[in-house]
């Protein structure tokens, strides 16, 4: 039996983190980097992957930047072979990329809000091509090299809205046009816990394990009344800080969670327990 800190230590092993330079990515980035894994980042941005790159690095972490489209078949399978030709191995995927629309006063007109009655075709391919289908091609990729090391650890994000539809109350504000969470963000995000445990499923044989990690709303500055409005739906009457979800992130990359597979991790201050 392993000591407690070797299980959550993963020297040797390269992890890629896709939306690496996001909000939540750059916090799995340091924590699988600090924990001992050389990391990809990998993100569409090509200059915030190369900052979040600099960070680790200048901190005397094991870090390279991919920038990749996703959505893109050549761009991916580009990124796993500069991963294996940088770091000769691929033992974790961390699938953080997702457009997540965030409101732009400016085109509520434009977009209708994100009203359902009126949501753009366009934006709901777009999301589907991103947040499931280039999930698909990711962990597609990612997993030839994991059966050819014969192990490997997928690690999906998905979110609460993806276990039930969004509290649209929270997003109207007194006095403004009404606006809402998309549809495609549900759709998509419940698809990510479809997709994880058929994963689960097909490579359980294989010393493959793939689960999901499912954050609650996270803080980035939002105004007071969205995120009093938020915090009031929570057990613990707050929202997650961004460094929150990193001991879930590390727990299901590492030996710590060995005989879990198929799962979903859910760390929500307590939203989806009442």
Known sequence: MSKLPEMFDLTGRTAVVTGGAGLLGK??????????AAVVVVDIDEEK???VVERLQADGLKAAAAPTNIANPESVAEMVAKTIESFGRLDILVN???????????????????AFETYPLESWRQALDVNLTGMFLVSQAAVKPMLANGKGTIINLCSTYGLGGPDQRIYQVEGQPPKYKPVTYT???????GLTKYLAAYYGQQNIRVNALTPGGVFNNHDEAFTKAYSYRTVMGRMAEQHEMNGGLLFLASD???????ANLVVDGGWTAW
């Open 27 to 36: 916090q799995f980035c340091l924590t699988l980097a600090e924990a001992g």
């Open 49 to 51: 992957a190369a900052q």
């Open 96 to 114: 953080s990329a997702a457009l997540d629309p965030k409101f732009d006063p400016d085109s509520i007109g434009e977009q209708g809000a994100n």
């Open 187 to 193: 759709v998509t995000k419940a698809g990510v816990l």
């Open 256 to 262: 710590a969670s060995s005989y879990m597979t198929g």
